[in-house]
């Protein structure tokens, strides 16, 4: 339910106001969804709590009220790539291992574990996850029709599975 306080900026019309709430928040959530963000839903209602927030602050707004949480909304998906890509960082460590850890196995050990932790995975996304490793990522993601991005965020999934696996043993 949105906040009192929120609807008279989209209208003075409580109806209106209502009814165009929940138009923008549905373009919110396609937007998330559509810029691979984790939980669109959850993302459309952080704009309106960071737009309330700003606008109880201080911040004056010089658009409309959609122009201004599309700000926020565009501000609040860089903030998510940015973690998932730490994410992936995080992922890359856990998934092999810490330096010291490589360091206590020569290579032929060292493919063994990692066949190891791929022979959890289905055929088709073992392979995913070494192309995506060994090829160019671009020419990967052309090939198999779909956006770097699309790509990394299926690799991402791929890793969780792996890690999930990883701590069941």
């Not at 959850?42 to 599309?70: K, M, P, W």
């Not at 493919?111 to 996304?125: C, H, Q, S, T, W």
């Amino acid at each position: 339910m949105p906040d009192d306080r929120f609807l008279p900026l989209f209208d003075p019309d409580p109806d209106t106001a209502a009814r165009l709430y929940y138009q923008f928040r549905q373009k919110l959530v396609f937007f998330f969804g559509r810029n691979y963000c984790s939980d669109p839903e959850n993302l459309a209602d952080e704009v309106f709590a960071r737009a309330l927030s700003a606008i109880e602050h201080g911040s004056t707004i010089t658009t409309t009220i959609q122009g201004f949480c599309y700000g926020i909304a565009k501000n609040l998906r860089l903030e998510q790539l940015h973690k998932a890509q730490e994410e992936e960082i995080d992922d890359d460590v856990v998934a092999t291992g810490s330096s010291a850890q490589r360091g206590e196995l020569n290579a032929a050990e060292w493919r063994v574990l990692l066949g190891e932790y791929l022979a959890v995975l289905p055929p088709d996304d073992r392979c995913l996850i070494e192309r995506y490793h060994l090829e160019d990522r671009r020419a990967l993601a052309a090939e198999l029709g779909k956006s770097e991005n699309a790509l990394r965020v299926e690799v991402c999934r791929i890793k969780r599975v792996l890690l999930q696996a990883r701590g069941k043993n």
